[in-house]
């Protein structure tokens, strides 16, 4: 009887799952789907499941209305010079503070643990008073400079757990046989890391791919855009041509969700690594 | 042995380079996050429009906020969101935490689709609701009138307007779902075993040994999710309604870029936020006040 009852509550708890999973899933579904129907074409009085006719041409008139493959361009050079900054800042910092004396490291903790809890919204201002001082405002550089400051105080808190968990006597060792600092750090630490290291990438990552508010608060010249804001400008020329905004919004969901799908196992299906997956 | 050691480790020059990698982290901060941060406490005070001197006007930006009609608009919208969202958004992540935290294939994946609308970019996600939220040809009408329901006009009411955007930021929760998964696992297994021998309900289970060993986490993610507030409100409002419609959707965040970016008022910008953040902070204390005078738990 009891073994009996907990079946059907493992069946109820499968069956659950699975709604919900779809439930989540929809929305984007319903993207895909709304992404190949004809352009211009009458939109659908009734729920849309499935496309017989894909129209596949959306994708590329993408490119077409605006000049989306430069905007993707510099998307990608942002991405290119923020993530290895942010790769080499904080995971430097992260051994420093795994290395240092423990009243050093409490206190570099607690200041990126406050670090965490200023809002976006309270450096929007003076970030751009330094961008103009700097004369870096309208240039892909002002998308770029947080990652000086290693993008997130996390990262360098994950990196500095990763090193804590390294015996003490890997680095020691290393050090009698003459390595400094520096060659410990990239012959000893770094390798032994390599799941924060791929972490920290996909985060990074995705933050700077995503980052919307930087280019509208400190973009103007349209040759710096990037993909967000060629999103929106899509938008704005034409709300209603509902399929080409969908192939927009693919287009740029799609490289995070490949990386997102190929590293889902280590966070999502090994439940031990899941505190290392804190996104800001 | 020991000894050598130590005189070689002194020798080196480790500790100082050691502070050298500090620095760039420290330094960086600094300019780009906690300077920035003071700096706009500090033009609270002042007349500033971005260009030339600031003038100290005392609290007269703080006056001028109280008596704004959008600073109280948009004080209620924030506050409506806070309400709604925050609870809604971490008992979400609670409950699907404790339903997918099976071991197994199949429950790995059900993971993987609750957090995928988390990884979605903010722009792209926008547009995919706008479309979702269109009242006649939107999916999530076709959906409810295919159900038989009444579809809501979404964005073009005040009220479902707000509803809409609190909706579609309840399937971006996967940064909550994982941390408790995460806590889940510290909880040892002994304690519901324990309980199952001594017949206690599940709800039982659920109140006096689930809840109050994730309270730390909760509460943690309580500050965070009030804190996020402050700024994942931005791009939806931006994008699907422009604060619309009669302002029903000018959360802080808006209203702080319009008067910074489009008035160039600095000091009444920075006044706002200022506000904002005092009364997140009582916030955060008061429901700090309440947990600890309820119960007593060791982070």
New interface residues.
Partial sequence: MRKRLRLIGGGL??T???L???V??L??Y??V??SVREAGAP??????WWEPDPHWENFAAVFEIVPMAKYMGNSLLVVAGAVPITL???S??G???S??AQQTRDW?IN?SVA????????????????L?WLGLLDSLWALI??A???SS?LF?LLFNWNYRRIPAETF?AA??DGA???TT?WRVALPLSRPTLIGVTVLAF?LY??D??SP??YIYNPDWYTM?IG??LL?QVGSTN?PV??A???I??AP??VL??LL??F???D??L??L???N | MASL?QK??RR????L???L??L??????L???????L??MA?AFTEYN?IGVPSWVGLENFGRLMRSDYVRISMVNTAIFVGLAVPLRLIGALG?AM????KG?????????????????????A??????F?P??G?LN??LG?LGLDPPAWLATPVTARLAIVLMLS?QI??GF??L??GM?TIPKSFYEAARVDGASSWQTFTRITLPLLAPWLLLLT??DL??S??NT??PS??LTYGGPYYATTF??LL??EI??DFFD?GL??AL?VLI?LVMAIIVLSVLNLVQSRTEFDA
């Fill in positions: 708890r499968l659950t799952g699975l919900v999973s779809i989540f899933i929305p984007l319903w993207a789907i709304a939109p659908p009085a009734t729920i849309a080499l800042v904080s430097l910092a051994f420093a503070v290395q240092i570099v200041l670090m965490l809890l200023i809002p976006s919204a309270a450096v929007w201002l003076f970030r751009f008073q330094l103009v400079v947080p000086f400051a290693a105080p360098v020691d050090r009698l400094g600092a520096w750090w995705v791919w995503s919307f508010i509208v608060l967000p999103l929106q938008n509902w905004l969908m927009g919004s693919l740029m969901t995070v969700l997102f799908l889902q196992r966070f999502l299906h439940l031990s899941a505190g997956f804190d996104r | 050691m070689r480790l080196d020059p480790y500790r380079h050691l502070r990698f500090l760039p982290f420290l330094i960086g901060s300019v780009l996050v906690v300077l920035p941060a700096a706009t033009v971005s699907l339903l997918l935290q099976q294939r199949l429950f790995g994946w059900y993971r993987a689709a609750v957090y995928l609308p988390t990884v979605i970019p903010e722009v792209a996600y547009l995919i609701w706008l479309w979702i269109n006649l040809y999916p076709l959906a295919w399937f996967g940064e994982v941390v998964l995460a696992q500050f965070r804190i996020l402050l700024q931005f791009t931006f994008v802080a965040p702080i870029y910074a970016f600095f910008a920075a936020l953040y």
